[in-house]
């Protein structure tokens, strides 16, 4: 008896609290790598020497310039200006109910994101040289100083400010637009015309009667000289259809950056409008005046001072000088592709003075919820 | 009293774990550095190469026109040859200025051969040089930064604890040779 006495566990703590000290301390040594891995990313983005654009050569890179748009941009989101890069957020502060075992209520408020979104489009990084094209919607990390990033909170009743009202309204409008395209985009062959740019599929099916919808589709998104009383022209090639909807008009039939070409790719693949609209996104609406309300965002400015880090490739059958043949991508050696509006030693420093933080902070986790996990097994 | 000693020996392994990382990434960026020591000195051989091949072109091109202007097409070609030997840092600085003193001879001649100045193909080349020379000059500050970055670091504490036993050395920078430190006499230029 006293040796199956001795076997037992005592534990002071339920199983849902080992669960939850068990990822707490789990957590704490996945912070504690992270922090470390700040401070590996700060000493790589230290010993790389940094190169002019006019004459990067291919592999591991290190570019200081200007943004520089290679086409798309976008609205800063909550103010004014064109944006290479931006992500945003809206959030509600909500309450929360909860009920304790001996019937006492207790009203929590809690922040939760209703809508959030971000775009990226490749720019270029221009200094002194030359430029070269930055490709960065291939998986850069863009890390964003205060001064691009910007909260606004409004108290409950509070309108919303002109530049949040202007976001929402554009939103609206390009979600209106987005469905109308998609609507119409259903009605084949019309989809075969404006998803794939096939004008034998459309000529096949011989049409003379349009509807209203599709005439008026036509003429929204077709050049004036591609159609005539409503209906497209016979001699337009499928090269001059493909053209129109792409924006640099280039002769190979492709998905372009555009709005239109984002909705043919995501046509093909059966996505929906709400994705054609955000890349993936939620939808923003506008949310209750009957709340608090807090708007984030964090944007890269055209023209602003940017630096990148990344791994210089040769465009495919690109030749001439770097701004021709050349584009920045993730650097496969080290997995990073790192693109800021900090300079080189402001971002080493905001990684050396996290990397230590993010240690300290892991080993409290850590060693914390040991202690707990160990003291609830009856360990003195 | 047990379970604070638990505590403290886990806290003590992670820092020991901690450290043991800190010391193989001391190590692995030394490496790193010296390793893109080497690539960016291949960057500017790459270029070097690209002007030995330009350089080869014009004089070819040269050739026709300039038969009785031994001299200075064998300067071009000696220059050329010199720049193709240099191997360390203060051999191509050398190389370097012989090149350029050639190839400013070779322009200052070429006013006097009118129709051959004006050929497309011999424009075209000069050009080329030209931009191929600025380049290496940028590839050449990469490069010194790159030894800098390096010789800074197995100096430093504590990275030269395990740089000189582990037999990690300076490297050479690349320097201008003294005629190109030297103030341009513009006067000379035009006696």
């Not at chain 1, 055209?302 to 050349?326: Q, W």
């Not at chain 2, 010789?151 to 395990?162: D, E, G, H, S, V």
Request: aromatic letters at 8%; a negative charge.
């Amino acid at each position: 008896m006293p040796a199956a006495r001795a076997m037992q566990v005592e534990t002071n703590i339920d199983l849902e609290g080992y669960l939850v000290l068990g990822v707490v301390f789990l957590l704490g040594l996945a912070v504690i790598y992270w922090g470390f891995d700040r401070y590996r990313l700060g000493r790589l983005i230290m010993n790389t020497p940094t190169q002019p654009a006019r004459s990067i050569a291919q592999g591991r890179t290190e570019v200081h310039g200007r943004v520089v748009p290679a086409g798309e941009t976008f609205q800063v989101p909550f103010g004014p200006g064109d944006c290479v890069y931006r992500r945003w957020s809206v959030q509600e502060e909500r309450e929360e109910v909860t009920t304790d075992g001996d019937g006492t209520r207790h009203v929590e408020k809690k922040w939760h994101t209703v809508a959030s979104g971000r775009d990226v489009a490749p720019f270029y990084v221009e200094d002194d040289t030359g430029r070269v094209l930055v490709e960065a919607d291939a998986g850069a990390d863009f890390e964003i100083s205060n001064e691009n990033s910007e909260s606004i909170t409004l108290a409950e009743g509070q309108a919303l400010p002109g530049r949040v009202e202007a976001f929402f309204s554009e939103s609206a409008h390009r979600r209106d637009e987005t469905a109308d395209i998609f609507e119409v985009l259903q009605e084949t062959p019309m989809g075969a015309l404006f998803a794939k740019a096939d004008i034998e599929a459309w000529r096949a099916e011989g049409h003379e009667a349009l509807s209203e919808r599709q005439r008026e589709a036509l003429v929204r998104h077709l050049p004036e000289a591609y159609v005539t009383d409503g209906n497209l022209r016979q001699d337009v090639t499928a090269d001059e259809v493909a053209g129109a909807f792409r924006e640099e008009g280039d002769p190979e039939p492709d998905y372009g950056d555009g709005l239109m070409g984002r909705i043919r790719a995501l046509f093909d693949r059966g996505r929906s409008v709400a994705d054609a609209f955000t890349g993936g996104g939620s939808v923003p609406s506008r949310p209750s005046r009957g709340r608090r309300r807090r708007f984030h965002h964090a944007v890269l400015p055209a023209d602003e001072a940017v630096y990148v880090f990344g791994s210089a490739e040769p465009i495919e059958g690109a030749t001439g000088s770097n701004v021709e043949r050349l584009r920045i991508v993730e650097d496969a050696g080290t997995g990073r592709f790192i693109i800021s509006d900090r300079d080189e030693s402001g971002l080493v420093k905001y990684y050396n003075r996290r990397a230590p933080l993010y240690i300290l902070v892991g080993l409290a986790m850590s060693a914390g919820s040991l202690y707990f996990i160990l003291r609830g097994f009856g360990v003195t | 009293m047990v379970l604070v000693w638990i505590v403290a020996g886990f806290v003590a392994v992670v820092v020991l774990v901690l450290l043991a990382a800190w010391i193989v990434s001391m190590y692995n960026q030394l490496v790193s550095l010296q390793k893109r020591v080497d690539q960016t000195k291949q960057n500017i051989d790459v270029l070097l190469k690209q002007r030995q091949d330009e350089l080869t072109k014009l004089i070819d091109a040269a050739q026709e026109y300039l038969e009785h202007e031994r001299e200075l097409l064998t300067e071009l070609t000696e220059a050329r040859e010199q720049a193709e030997r240099a191997q360390t840092p203060t051999e191509e600085a050398q190389a370097d200025e012989a090149v350029r003193g050639a190839l400013a001879g070779f322009r200052a001649r070429l006013e006097a051969y009118p129709d051959l100045r004006s050929q497309t193909n011999m424009l075209q080349f000069q050009e080329r040089i030209s931009d191929i020379e600025e380049q290496i000059a940028d590839r050449r500050e990469v490069y010194n930064e790159a030894v800098t970055l390096l010789n800074t670091r197995i100096k430093q504490f504590p990275y030269i604890l395990i740089a000189s036993p582990l037999g990690f050395t300076s490297r050479e920078l690349f320097t201008a040779t003294e005629e190109d430190r030297q103030d341009v006499d513009v006067g000379a230029a035009f006696e």
